[in-house]
């Protein structure tokens, strides 16, 4: 009877150390898959800080005179938006490698990237066609994009904190 103790409980030893194993090998996994997806993004997510700044710059431009509407409807057009197309096709591509537990930050990403695609349009439609109500939706599609990389950076924070590793590094 007693032996039959000590083999049970060597048996749930045993059982625990491989559930250990498993589950330690299951963190180091995701915690690679965060840091690939890191280094992967890294361009994109550098280029659209960018590319934010780019836009805050024609905006203030835009404010005070130095530029023309026309100007400031030509450089979205012909700078912005290109730019904000390429990030977003080439994070869409990057779609198929992205480990399940980081799918929803990145669809964040990807969904800031159209909001602001879509918002650049209707800037560059209400400067063509002289209505600037579109630039009161342009505003808000600016506004949901912003939330939406909120949401990206929030996302990634909380990961990077599940698994240890220290983001802005």
């Not at 404010?63 to 450089?75: K, M, P, Q, T």
């Not at 969904?111 to 009161?136: H, K, P, W």
Request: glycine share 6%.
């Amino acid at each position: 009877m007693k032996r039959k103790g000590v083999v049970l409980a060597l048996v749930v030893l045993c059982v625990l150390g491989l559930l250990a194993a498993v589950g330690s090998g299951e963190r180091a996994r995701k915690t690679r898959n965060l840091e690939d997806y890191l280094k992967s993004m890294m361009p994109v997510i550098d280029e659209t800080e960018k590319l934010a700044a780019t836009w805050d710059e024609l905006r203030q431009q835009s404010a005070a005179g130095r530029i023309s509407d026309l100007e400031f409807g030509a450089r979205v057009l012909n700078d912005l938006m290109p730019r904000t197309r390429d990030l977003a096709e080439r994070a869409e591509a990057l779609s198929a490698d992205v480990a399940p537990e980081l799918r929803d930050a990145h669809e964040e990403l990807i969904n800031a990237l159209n909001l602001n695609l879509q918002a650049f349009s209707e800037v560059v439609a209400a400067v063509d066609t002289g209505d600037y109500s579109r630039i009161t939706s342009a505003n808000r599609l600016l506004s949901d994009a912003r939330a939406a990389e909120r949401h990206y950076v929030q996302k990634l924070d909380e990961l990077a904190a599940e698994y240890g590793i220290k983001l802005g590094e």
